[in-house]
């Protein structure tokens, strides 16, 4: 008769005297440059017409395309958004008598050299009837500099973990996990790096003279990471 085997002990989860375990936190906060700057953009029209305000609206709006594709690879990406044409009804009177038509379109705007965004913001706040907010300064989803912090986080993790280990009077012996604060349940998305905002509006007509170029000082961009991270070590003599 052959004796049943063994079933698979489960791994306790902290640690025995033969093998303790360290959990420790590791945590990175940087701050860099931004990559990308992004700007909205607004262009209206009013007329007692409702043709007349839809043309006024696509000459402005191509007007504002071509002069930001005149910035070649300056711009990253030049995308349109909401279009609306509405009309406004008269206050008194009976029935629906249009007073007048407005008409906007919203386009977004993503740089990459910062000192043509400055020209460009000007040039399009100098404009009739645009109106422009930003700009929103940012890191790519991709940035190196999230790479470095992740990275960074896990120094900082094996550094406090070998600490522990050493006030004890013993040494690490072997990493059993490491995840992402949040990884087991599921959290949402990494938020993304806050930006600056300043908004500037032109919904008078353009001046005969060119604006000066404005000088924007990008905002630093804050990076955070945070591991969570258990190790083994040799067993202390207490």
């Known amino acids: 008769m052959t004796a049943p085997a063994e079933e698979p002990q489960p791994a306790v989860p902290y640690g025995t005297p033969d093998a ?9 906060r940087l701050e860099v440059d931004p990559e990308i700057a992004r700007i909205g953009i607004t262009v209206a029209s009013r007329g007692k017409d409702r043709r007349a305000a839809l043309d006024d609206l696509t000459r402005r ?63 399009l706040a100098d404009l009739e009837l645009t109106r422009v907010d930003g700009p929103w300064w940012a890191l790519r989803p991709d940035s190196p500099a999230h790479r470095e912090a992740r990275q960074q986080a896990v120094r900082e993790a094996v550094q406090r973990a070998r600490e522990y280990a050493e006030a004890l009077g013993t040494s690490l012996a072997a990493l059993v996990e490491l995840a992402d604060i949040g990884a087991e349940n599921a959290a949402p998305p990494y938020p993304p790096a806050p930006g600056g905002r300043m908004r ?16 924007l000082e990008p905002e630093r961009q804050r990076v955070h990471a945070q591991v969570n991270a258990r190790f083994t070590m040799a ?3 207490l």
Do not use: C
């Open 20 to 28: 303790p375990r360290i959990a420790v936190r590791g945590e990175a």
């Open 61 to 123: 709006n191509t007007t504002v395309l071509d002069l930001v594709k005149t910035y070649g690879d300056a711009v990253e990406r030049l995308e349109t958004g909401a279009f609306s044409i509405s009309p406004e009804l008269r206050d008194k009177g009976r029935g629906e008598r249009v007073h007048a038509y407005h008409g906007r379109v919203h386009i977004t705007a993503v740089l990459t050299d910062f000192t043509a965004l400055g020209e460009l913001t000007t040039r």
């Open 200 to 215: 500037s509006m032109a919904y008078g007509a353009a001046e005969e003279s060119a604006a000066a170029p404005l000088d």
């Open 235 to 237: 067993p202390p003599q």
